[in-house]
Structure formats: C-alpha cells, structure tokens
C-alpha cells in the first residue's frame, strides 16, 4: 500500500504523493475537517483509535506504538488513520485527554461531594485508587509523558499543584489543618507521594497501594493537625 503523503512546499502550500497542489482550505485536508463538526460515524471511529492507542501503548510503550500498528488493531489502513489523525502524536495526545478526562470525572465527582480535609483524603484515595483499576490509563499517562509527544498538561504541572493546595487552604480555613501549614508546598508533598504510590504499583504488581493511600491519610492527619481517627473509604 502506498501512503496518500502530502509535503508542503515553501510558499506554505501543500501537494499530494504526485506534486498535485492541496489547497489549504481543501475540505479533505486534515485541519479543516478538524475544524467541523464530526459525523456520528467519524466521532464512533474517533473513538475507537483512541481506546486502540490507549491499549498499544500500555502494552508495548510509546516507541513500540506506529501508526502502522494502530490501524491493525482497528482494522483499518494506515490511511484511514490519517484521514482522523494527522500524526501518531496527534492520536497519542488525544488518548491522553481521553484518559486525563476521564481521571478527572472519576476524581472530581469524589471530592466535589466532600469539603474541608475530607476533600483532601477524598483526592487521596480517588486518585490512588483509579490508577490503580486502571493500570492502561496509567501506563498511557506514563508512556505519553516519556517521550516527546508535545504535551503540556502533565502530572507536574502548575494546575493540578494549585488545585490541590485549594482543597489544602479550604481545609485550613474550615479549622481541619493548622493555620501555620503552607498549601503550595504541602500541595506538592501530597501530589508527590501519591506518585509514588502509583509509580512502586506499576513496579510491583503485589504493592498494597490501597494501604499505601490510607498510610498517606493517616500521615496527613496527623502531622498537619487532624485528630487521628479509623482511616475507612467506601471508594477505594
């Protein structure tokens, strides 16, 4: 099979496998039809190229995902993954959302229905807790950020640090924690152990991350002024 590539030339414009000129407002070409509404049938194929690179990446790694292997699974050629997708990073950063969406609900919905330090034992557990029983989701985030896949919204950045250090400030403020405890650096200190729960559970597949979490609770509780009391969670 040979691949409908298309070059762009220096003027900007783009020309097919045979040098026929592609105009960039072509409706075949791939950003203007990214810019239209999708088809419920492109959306369904959309959906399944992205659930398909969620899998390949989990069990072979980002490097050993192609764009060739993708369009296997899905029965499809090469082509036609083309066709959604510009690029096998374009597909890779759209698993990613996918998945980080879906982390976010799931997580969201634990800690929206609490406040004050419950808040925070909820992002606790929730997020141990997901990526625990969804060790796919976890390995595509882990393979995703390992390479040079142009992602931005990662594990380390600003937002989430700020989000947890507001579920901290909330919690000083309702009385739970200590007045004296900064949120920005017990933020970090949370998100950091909670990696390291999920990071030593993809190592070792017998690590009790559960009782990793509520070890984590109880630590939090006791060292940023909660009183200790029976760590349980219906969730996790």
Do not use: W
């Amino acid at each position: 099979m040979v691949e409908n590539t298309t070059v762009r030339s220096e003027s900007g414009a783009r020309r097919g496998r045979y040098g026929k000129r592609v105009h960039p407002n072509d409706p075949t070409s791939a950003p203007v039809r990214a810019a239209k509404p999708l088809t419920i049938t492109e959306q369904a194929r959309r959906a399944q190229l992205v659930g398909v690179t969620i899998d390949l990446v989990a069990r072979h790694g980002y490097p050993g995902t192609s764009l060739a292997r993708i369009a296997e699974a899905a029965g499809i050629s090469k082509a036609a993954v083309l066709y959604h997708f510009p690029s096998k990073d374009a597909v890779v950063r759209t698993a990613y959302a996918s998945v980080l969406e879906s982390l976010t609900d799931y997580v969201g919905a634990e800690v929206g229905s609490r406040s004050g330090a419950s808040a925070v034992e909820a992002y606790v557990r929730s997020l141990v807790a997901y990526l625990r029983d969804h060790p796919d989701h976890t390995r595509m985030i882990v393979e995703a950020l390992s390479e040079d896949t142009g992602i931005g919204d990662t594990p380390n950045a600003r937002s989430r640090r700020e989000a947890v250090a507001g579920l901290i400030d909330a919690a000083r403020a309702a009385g739970d924690y200590r007045p004296s405890i900064d949120p920005q650096a017990t933020a970090v200190i949370v998100n950091g152990a909670i990696d390291a729960i999920v990071s030593e559970c993809l190592a070792d597949p017998d690590f009790d991350s559960r009782h990793a979490a509520e070890e984590l609770v109880t630590m939090l509780r006791r060292s940023l002024g909660t009183a200790p009391q029976d760590a349980g969670n219906p969730s996790s």
